[in-house]
């Protein structure tokens, strides 16, 4: 559902700062596309699964990814009705979750590296 290997290679690729405010943008940005699909909002349903496609893409949430893939295909050939919103919405509840406890994780891991290998200065 989480593809870790591409937020280790974004973390890697932007530095921790901007990842940190990227994960930020995202989240919030996922927030508002979110709340209109829970209102059953389907006016922009094809323009909103593009955009959680590719921001899910960029920040390795791979299940979601996919399952805005199969509904932007489906809303390109004419069959939005049958995008499965509440299939959807759980698989973005149940990947921010695990993502999020994911990201605390290795912010406890590195803090603890960190620590590890400082050096201790003495007298």
Same mark, same amino acid.
């Given at each position: ?5 591409? %937020?280790?290679?974004? &973390? +890697?690729?932007?530095?921790? #700062? #901007?990842?940190?405010? %990227?994960? %930020? ?18 006016? *922009?349903?094809? @323009?909103?699964? @593009?955009?959680?496609?590719? +921001? ?16 932007? *295909?489906? !809303?390109?050939?004419? /069959?939005?009705?049958?995008? #499965? ?5 759980? !698989?973005?509840? /149940? +990947? &921010?979750? /695990? ?8 912010? &406890?891991?590195? *803090? ?5 290998? +400082?050096?201790?200065?003495? &007298?």
């Amino acid at each position: 559902m989480i593809d870790w290997t591409r %937020v280790a290679e974004l &973390r +890697s690729e932007i530095g921790e #700062d #901007d990842f940190a405010e %990227v994960i %930020v943008l995202f989240l919030e940005e996922a927030d508002e596309v979110i709340a209109r699909l829970r209102l059953g909002d389907r006016t *922009r349903l094809a @323009h909103d699964l @593009h955009f959680l496609k590719g +921001s899910a893409l960029n920040i390795g949430l791979s299940g979601l990814a996919q399952l805005c893939h199969e509904g932007e *295909r489906a !809303c390109t050939s004419g /069959q939005a009705p049958l995008v #499965d919103l509440d299939n959807l919405l759980a !698989c973005h509840d /149940q +990947s &921010r979750i /695990q993502f999020c406890a994911g990201l605390a994780t290795q912010e &406890r891991q590195i *803090r603890n590296s960190a620590k590890a290998s +400082s050096p201790v200065m003495s &007298r």
